[in-house]
């Protein structure tokens, strides 16, 4: 009786749906645009480059900030970091802190990140989304991008790499 129920609720579901009562919940991928697990991301103000990792199983982006500077401008936090990607251009930036995040490490650990509003580019998505920083100098991708960002536009498929340039001038890049 146990495995009929699971069953008979799907059934009982399908039947709702074609019925119109209770419409069913679809995705089409002809109305999303399709992006690898890794994507070439180009973020603002700089406009740099980055090699991006596209993760669904977390909410916000993640930059690589090693050496960042928290001071005070106006009587606001602001932080100054300096980002080089893999073809070894360097850019310096100062963005203002919108607030300080608390996240769990692997170990159970927390950890305090600035976070910071930035333009991200990928494919022809542009978007600006609350970014923490933190060092991710032993980590294989400088950003992380998250759930906040691919949601409503992008669907990930893992087997996939770079498969879009970032083009989103005109776009409402700036």
Known sequence: MKRKIPVLLAVLLS????????????????????????????????????????????????????KLVLFTRDGARWVRFKLTNHKGRTVALERKVLRTDK??????????????????????????????????SDFNYQLLIGRSYMSGELLVDPELRFTHEPECFG????
């Open 15 to 66: 039947i709702l749906s074609a019925a119109g009562i209770f419409p069913a919940r679809t995705v089409s991928a002809q109305t999303k645009e399709i992006v690898g697990r890794v994507e070439h991301a180009r973020i603002y103000p700089s406009g740099l480059l980055l090699r991006s990792k596209m993760d669904t199983g977390t909410r916000t982006a993640s930059l690589n900030a090693p």
């Open 171 to 174: 776009a409402g890049a700036p």
């Open 103 to 136: 996240i769990k490490q692997q170990n159970q650990q927390f950890e305090k990140r600035p976070v910071v509003l930035m333009g991200i580019c990928v494919g022809r998505l542009y978007r600006e989304v609350e970014v923490n920083l933190v060092d991710r």
